[in-house]
């Protein structure tokens, strides 16, 4: 016959474990209201996974975003999960975790996903790069992540850097040039929202040929279309903090 003591301690686990499942539901909520505004505006997605690989990936495959626009940043899976996620066309970023002398798993990740789609990161303050690995990290310490990245692909820094900074100018739509006559074409805006980073990217006919009032009058609809109600979860343009 169970105790008191048993049975106060299986209605404390039952308790939690509610609690748990009502979280991660909001989560999946959240989750797939931001997949839809991405869909919606055709933006690029940036997702921070922690121990929800499988489950992240299903609800992209359901929410219909083109995976080419899906990166997972701060890449922390293995090769077959890198394997599900070049299969479907979408990309994982690198951080400092890349250098550290435990993370073959990471490194073997990156390899099979090769140079030609390398994008890396810093996740600043956090996951700062060998040999600074335990002071808060900053962009300045990128480079060395750069380098080992550069080493773990057998090219040069300089190569290494060309390709992944022009990855990443296409991966988020990022045109060069400046409003007023010196060029026709600029960024748009990014809009950090929950786990999910929305730019606005899009195609340069987008941006040809508008004046700077233009300009801001096609950045103040962008932040119009981001700011409608999500059910339950209230403006878009909430930051939500993970």
């Not at 060395?144 to 090219?155: I, K, R």
Request: proline content about 5%; aromatic content about 8%; some cysteine.
């Amino acid at each position: 016959m169970p105790s008191n003591t048993s049975t106060s301690a299986h209605a404390a686990s039952q308790k939690v474990r509610k609690r748990i499942e009502e979280i991660f539901g909001w989560q999946r909520a959240a989750f797939a209201a931001q997949l839809a505004i991405a869909r919606r505006l055709d933006a690029p997605v940036v997702v921070h996974s922690r121990g929800a690989f499988a489950e992240c990936v299903a609800m992209i495959d359901a929410s219909g975003v083109d995976w080419r626009r899906v990166v997972f940043h701060c890449f922390s899976e293995g090769e077959a999960e890198m394997a599900e996620l070049l299969k479907r066309g979408g990309r994982g970023s690198f951080t400092g975790i890349l250098t550290y002398k435990a993370a073959d798993s990471i490194r073997a990740a990156a390899k099979l996903q090769g140079l030609e789609r390398f994008l890396l990161e810093t996740d600043a303050p956090y996951l700062t790069p060998m040999p600074h690995r335990g002071k808060p990290n900053e962009p300045a310490f990128l480079r060395h992540t750069a380098e080992y990245a550069a080493g773990l692909f057998g090219v040069d820094l300089a190569t290494l850097a060309q390709v992944s900074t022009a990855n990443a100018k296409a991966f988020f739509g990022l045109f060069t040039g400046v409003v007023g006559g010196l060029g026709d074409r600029i960024p748009l805006g990014t809009q950090r929202i929950y786990t999910v980073q929305q730019a606005s990217g899009g195609h340069p006919k987008h941006c040809r040929r508008r004046t700077p009032h233009q300009h801001s009058r096609k950045l103040a609809v962008l932040h119009h279309q981001l700011a409608k109600p999500v059910p339950g979860l209230g403006t878009s343009s909430q930051s939500i903090q993970n």
